[in-house]
């Protein structure tokens, strides 16, 4: 018998008590902890994900024939798009790479046809999912984040303890943020980031979606996983990070020679009560739900962090959820606040960097 799946309607997603209230007072102290690491700094990075390990082109092969149940949105039919991968890191500072810390994937797929979600990017050509090396946020929701950050804004004014806060300011996929509970001793806080995320091959993680998203018909996760044998070769292989620029260096070593296949997954909510909407601190159990295969993403071998490519995805390109087709909304209030605080902290970036933000529409404007 074939699961059942959970179709997207009014009341799968609840508003939040006070939740509007709480998602402007947590963009509000993001954008101060923002300008706070301008100064230290004096270019505007991320909030989060600030530091890149490798830019990547490639190609997203959607499988043809795929159940009703998976061809949905930009999933209906099989079709090649040019993608554009940002490997990344959480903190929202630059920091040596030996300090443990989430892992990220943002994958921006060009050439997606229809309107998509944000008015100012109705006629885009882009579709965003963003990803992470964990099944959960634990701050899952919109209330518990509120707190955190204002406890990171908090922490990050105390010179000693600017790098622990700052680890958690890309937070929202982060396991050190169960342990906090007051502003005393980092100590305890950095030792749970590096039980949770050891120093592993970034390119032999699996990655998840930060929450739920809508799944055209459905609701779901999407995952990323490794499909070609030298990539499951590197799965859970621990590494010697002790360089400041250690993640970086194996992604350009690896991809020198030699390229790769993930495969784009998605994971389908049967019962919200398990699989929740509106606490993304919940994982949802693969025994009830496994991930399902939806397509490959295909990267030769090249340059993954040229000057010129670095700067193009650093500073110029936004990857953002809300790129999205509204057959793929982010869905739960951690996502909700995620849209005030992607859209201001872009806004400001691009601004401080003299760099206006674009949209590709071509695949050959990320250069070589």
Same mark, same amino acid.
């Given at each position: 018998?074939?699961?059942?799946?959970?179709?997207?309607?009014?009341?799968?997603?609840?508003?939040?008590?006070?939740?509007?209230?709480?998602?402007?007072?947590?963009?509000?102290?993001?954008?101060? @902890?923002?300008?706070?690491?301008?100064?230290?700094?004096?270019?505007?990075?991320?909030?989060?994900?600030?530091?890149?390990?490798?830019?990547?082109?490639?190609?997203?092969?959607?499988?043809?024939?795929?159940?009703?149940?998976?061809?949905?949105?930009?999933?209906?039919?099989?079709? &090649?798009?040019?993608?554009?991968?940002?490997?990344?890191?959480?903190?929202?500072?630059?920091? !040596?790479?030996?300090?443990?810390?989430?892992?990220?994937?943002?994958?921006?797929?060009?050439? &997606?046809?229809?309107?998509?979600?944000?008015?100012?990017?109705?006629?885009?050509?882009?579709?965003?999912?963003?990803?992470?090396?964990?099944?959960?946020?634990?701050?899952?929701?919109?209330?518990?984040?509120?707190?955190?950050?204002?406890?990171?804004?908090?922490?990050?004014?105390?010179?000693?303890?600017?790098?622990?806060?700052?680890?958690?300011?890309?937070?929202?996929?982060?396991?050190?943020?169960?342990? @906090?509970?007051?502003?005393?001793?980092?100590?305890?806080?950095?030792?749970?980031?590096?039980?949770?995320?050891?120093?592993?091959?970034?390119?032999?993680?699996?990655?998840?979606?930060?929450?739920?998203?809508?799944?055209?018909?459905?609701?779901?996760?999407?995952?990323?996983?490794?499909?070609?044998?030298?990539?499951?070769?590197?799965?859970?292989?621990?590494?010697? @990070?002790?360089?400041?620029?250690?993640?970086?260096?194996?992604?350009?070593?690896?991809?020198?020679?030699?390229?790769?296949?993930?495969?784009?997954?998605?994971?389908? *909510?049967?019962?919200?009560?398990?699989?929740?909407?509106?606490?993304?601190?919940?994982?949802?159990?693969?025994?009830?739900?496994?991930?399902?295969?939806?397509?490959?993403? @295909?990267?030769?071998?090249?340059?993954?962090?040229? !000057?010129?490519?670095?700067?193009?995805?650093?500073?110029?390109?936004?990857?953002?959820?809300?790129? *999205?087709?509204?057959?793929?909304? !982010?869905?739960?209030?951690?996502?909700?606040?995620?849209?005030?605080?992607?859209?201001?902290?872009?806004?400001?970036?691009?601004?401080?960097?003299?760099?206006?933000?674009?949209?590709?529409?071509?695949?050959?404007?990320? !250069?070589?």
């Amino acid at each position: 018998m074939s699961p059942s799946y959970v179709r997207f309607a009014d009341g799968v997603e609840e508003i939040q008590p006070n939740e509007e209230q709480l998602a402007t007072e947590t963009v509000e102290s993001m954008a101060r @902890v923002n300008r706070l690491m301008f100064e230290k700094h004096r270019h505007a990075i991320r909030d989060a994900h600030a530091k890149s390990h490798g830019i990547l082109r490639g190609e997203l092969h959607i499988y043809p024939n795929l159940p009703e149940h998976l061809a949905q949105g930009m999933f209906k039919e099989a079709n &090649v798009y040019p993608v554009i991968i940002r490997l990344s890191t959480s903190p929202g500072a630059i920091q !040596p790479d030996s300090q443990p810390a989430v892992k990220g994937f943002a994958l921006k797929i060009i050439g &997606v046809e229809g309107k998509k979600f944000l008015p100012e990017e109705a006629d885009a050509l882009t579709q965003d999912f963003l990803l992470v090396n964990d099944t959960i946020i634990p701050t899952g929701d919109v209330k518990s984040y509120h707190d955190m950050q204002l406890r990171i804004e908090k922490l990050a004014h105390g010179p000693e303890l600017l790098q622990t806060a700052i680890n958690k300011v890309g937070v929202l996929a982060d396991k050190a943020l169960e342990v @906090v509970q007051d502003l005393g001793g980092p100590k305890k806080e950095v030792n749970m980031v590096v039980q949770a995320h050891p120093n592993r091959h970034i390119l032999g993680e699996t990655y998840t979606t930060l929450g739920a998203i809508r799944y055209g018909d459905y609701v779901a996760k999407m995952g990323v996983a490794p499909l070609s044998e030298n990539l499951k070769a590197l799965a859970g292989k621990e590494m010697d @990070v002790s360089e400041p620029g250690a993640y970086r260096d194996m992604v350009v070593d690896f991809f020198r020679t030699q390229g790769a296949e993930y495969e784009l997954r998605a994971q389908l *909510c049967t019962d919200l009560q398990a699989m929740p909407v509106e606490d993304a601190s919940i994982d949802w159990p693969q025994d009830q739900s496994p991930y399902q295969a939806l397509g490959k993403l @295909v990267l030769p071998a090249q340059d993954a962090y040229s !000057p010129a490519r670095r700067v193009f995805a650093d500073d110029v390109l936004s990857f953002n959820p809300f790129h *999205c087709l509204p057959e793929h909304l !982010p869905l739960g209030s951690i996502n909700r606040v995620r849209i005030k605080a992607y859209e201001s902290s872009a806004a400001y970036r691009h601004h401080l960097n003299a760099q206006p933000h674009r949209e590709p529409q071509d695949i050959n404007e990320l !250069p070589d």
